[in-house]
């Protein structure tokens, strides 16, 4: 079982949608969760930065933390196209700076 | 946070060759890291670049392979040798300042193997 799950399959959304992107993961010790966004040939930028449960805002987004389901959440209010990329999510535990991802998830926003 | 530099961006190689990827941070950082990122898998870390020592390698990866140098808190270079087609993807640098600090990225080498 790998550490951190994501479903890979790509997310076609019209504009003004929200997208709900999920991940599931393994490690009971990982304390950090993280989103990154990583458009077409470019290197993965951090999104948002969590610690422990709970929810945390910026802007149009939304991550949630369920430590107790082992569950990760991303959602985008009001997409634009230029939400369109690969959401990748990730987490480590604490001192242990290796991030474990998972394999990312293709959104389009249509216009 | 820090601005990351890698060069080359991209590169086609040809089979036995290798290819050595640098990495230059505009600040110093205690952390800096080297990543693989598959299509259609998830990135793996291939080694922590250790400034003034030996790199750490992750299980499956090997130093003869990718050897690593970090001369200093500020730059780092991955070196791909002898390689095969099996080697093509994007090789990524990452940074952290330590502590609770979350890993920032390059843009990442993306590397073909004829």
């Known amino acids: 079982q790998k550490e951190v799950e994501q479903d890979p399959g790509p997310l076609s959304v019209p504009e003004g949608a929200i997208v709900s992107l999920n991940c599931t993961y393994s490690n009971s010790a990982f304390q950090y969760f993280m989103w990154y966004r990583q458009y077409s040939r470019k290197g993965p930028e951090l999104l948002m930065y969590t610690y422990s449960s709970g929810n945390k805002e910026d802007g149009r987004f939304t991550a949630q933390v369920d430590k107790s389901s082992k569950y990760i959440s991303l959602f985008i209010r009001d997409s634009q196209p230029s939400d369109s990329a690969t959401y990748l999510c990730a987490a480590r535990s604490y001192g242990n700076n290796r991030l474990a991802f998972g394999k990312g998830n293709q959104v389009v926003v249509i216009p | 946070s820090a601005v990351i530099s890698q060069k080359p961006s991209r590169d086609i190689c040809q089979r036995g060759t290798s290819l050595t990827i640098q990495c230059q941070v505009d600040?110093?950082?205690?952390?800096m890291f080297w990543y693989r990122q598959q299509p259609g898998q998830s990135l793996t870390l291939i080694a922590t670049?250790?400034?003034?020592?030996?790199?750490?390698?992750e299980s499956g990866f090997v130093i003869d392979k990718f050897p690593i140098s970090r001369p200093n808190l500020t730059f780092s270079t991955l070196t791909v040798s002898n390689m095969s087609p099996e080697d093509s993807s994007i090789y990524l640098c990452?940074?952290?300042?330590?502590?609770?600090?979350?890993?920032?990225f390059g843009n990442g080498t993306r590397l073909t193997v004829t």
């Open positions: 670049a250790n400034q003034g020592s030996e790199a750490t390698y």
């Open positions: 600040s110093q950082v205690t952390m």
């Open positions: 990452s940074v952290g300042t330590g502590g609770d600090s979350p890993l920032h």
